[in-house]
């Protein structure tokens, strides 16, 4: 789960339209689906390989350890090698992705597409030196692309919104320094800008000859997607963020920009968990085995959250943010500064969408004695 992080001045920035996987890059297929990569050996029409994953696991001490990357094609003479996700900008994580193309029997410079799940630093942050090293095609979902481009407009708005979330929050000055060091002190963990081909959910992408579809899973992040495709024994996924096996991903505080972050969450783990998956591939740690169930454990895990945020409030009156936050998980340090508010306001806005508070001011007050808490999430 990546934290927000400054990016290095960028050199590039993305200037395609929202959504348009433009350029000379972009190929349609006669259904107006969009395949954006370079040359591609025949078409889905001919038949196109059943994916075989090969998985490159690199250490991350940045913020959450064993990051995923995913290898793709790459076998034959005339099959291009693609990437899902590329981890996070640092020397060491570099020797190590470098290390686990080698025991493959590839370079950095023998990639042709990285496919990013969403634009945080320790799945996005590599992308650019890759592209730098090979000439690499980068995909990333429209919504994050100005973000991985590198683009100071966005980033200099995302650090605006940053400031009015940490006013809103009440994060006191001692914790808010602490932030902003811990922030600052990893500034180039998001890596070199990128020259993005943004793609959409239901596009459909040709990597390392196997189809990938694009499944947008917001919450965690406003441009998170899946890429659904068929595996041996059936469909699986590479999913990124939006399920883990072991945490529950952070909602609210991750990417500021995401408005109901999450009720937008829900409906991506709703998503998940109807569509059939037979395994996927997250962006930390080991495969899961039973997506569906482990999405509906984490729904679980919010209506929960949802029932304390709600205690809180019955027990201790108006709140802002930051006083539920600390009710919620104590003290904070480092990035959980950040996640930890961030968590709490994503449950008080779900609860005000619902009309079971109101806000004044910075303060969330309970108007339904009765909260059905239930009710506010998807039937078990």
């Known amino acids: 789960m990546a934290a927000l992080v400054r990016p290095l001045v960028a050199r590039r920035a993305w200037t395609g339209e929202a959504g348009i996987g433009g350029g000379e890059n972009a190929h349609y297929h006669a259904t107006g689906t969009k395949y954006m990569t370079g040359d591609r050996p025949g078409s889905p029409d001919d038949g196109h390989e059943v994916a075989?994953?090969?998985?490159?696991?690199?250490?991350?001490?940045?913020?959450?350890?064993?990051?995923?990357?995913?290898?793709?094609?790459?076998?034959?003479?005339?099959?291009?090698?693609?990437?899902?996700?590329?981890?996070?900008?640092?020397?060491?994580?570099?020797?190590?992705?470098?290390?686990?193309?080698?025991e493959y029997g590839y370079a950095i410079a023998d990639v042709d597409d990285v496919v990013l799940t969403h634009w945080h630093a320790d799945h996005a942050g590599l992308a650019g030196e890759i592209q730098a090293a090979s000439d690499a095609t980068v995909h990333v979902h429209a919504a994050d692309a100005s973000l991985v481009a590198g683009e100071e407009t966005a980033w200099d708005r995302y650090h605006a919104l940053e400031e009015r979330r940490f006013e809103e929050w009440r994060i006191p000055d001692g914790p808010?320094?602490?932030?902003?060091?811990?922030?600052?002190?990893?500034?180039?963990?998001?890596?070199?800008?990128?020259?993005?081909?943004?793609?959409?959910?239901?596009?459909?992408?040709?990597?390392?000859?196997?189809?990938?579809?694009?499944?947008?899973?917001?919450?965690?992040?406003?441009?998170?997607?899946?890429?659904?495709?068929?595996?041996?024994?059936?469909?699986?996924?590479?999913?990124?963020?939006?399920?883990?096996?072991?945490?529950?991903?952070?909602v609210g505080g991750a990417d500021l920009r995401v408005d109901a972050p999450l009720q937008r969450y829900v409906e991506s783990l709703e998503r998940v968990a109807d569509a059939g998956w037979r395994r996927v591939w997250p962006g930390h740690r080991d495969a899961i085995d039973a997506p569906a169930e482990r999405a509906r454990t984490i729904l679980?895990?919010?209506?929960?959250?949802?029932?304390?945020?709600?205690?809180?409030?019955?027990?201790?009156?108006?709140?802002?943010?930051?006083?539920?936050?600390?009710?919620?998980?104590?003290?904070?340090?480092?990035?959980?500064?950040?996640?930890?508010?961030?968590?709490?306001?994503?449950?008080?806005?779900?609860?005000?969408?619902?009309?079971?508070?109101?806000?004044?001011?910075?303060?969330?007050?309970?108007?339904?004695?009765?909260?059905?808490?239930?009710?506010?999430?998807?039937?078990?």
Do not use: M
């Open 52 to 102: 075989t994953v090969r998985r490159i696991q690199l250490g991350n001490t940045v913020f959450e350890g064993l990051n995923d990357v995913y290898v793709l094609g790459g076998t034959g003479a005339d099959e291009r090698l693609g990437l899902v996700d590329a981890g996070v900008s640092t020397q060491e994580t570099r020797a190590e992705l470098e290390a686990g193309l080698a």
């Open 176 to 250: 808010r320094g602490e932030l902003r060091s811990f922030l600052d002190s990893h500034a180039g963990a998001q890596g070199e800008p990128v020259d993005v081909t943004p793609f959409t959910d239901g596009d459909r992408l040709w990597i390392g000859g196997s189809v990938l579809d694009v499944v947008h899973l917001p919450g965690h992040a406003a441009g998170l997607c899946g890429f659904a495709f068929d595996a041996a024994e059936g469909r699986e996924a590479f999913v990124g963020d939006v399920v883990l096996p072991k945490y529950t991903p952070n």
């Open 300 to 380: 679980d895990h919010h209506r929960e959250r949802t029932r304390r945020v709600v205690d809180v409030l019955s027990t201790h009156g108006p709140c802002d943010v930051w006083t539920v936050s600390a009710h919620l998980f104590g003290g904070l340090e480092g990035i959980h500064i950040l996640h930890g508010p961030g968590e709490a306001w994503a449950h008080l806005d779900h609860l005000a969408h619902a009309g079971v508070v109101e806000r004044d001011g910075d303060a969330y007050a309970l108007v339904d004695t009765d909260v059905r808490v239930d009710s506010l999430f998807p039937a078990r």
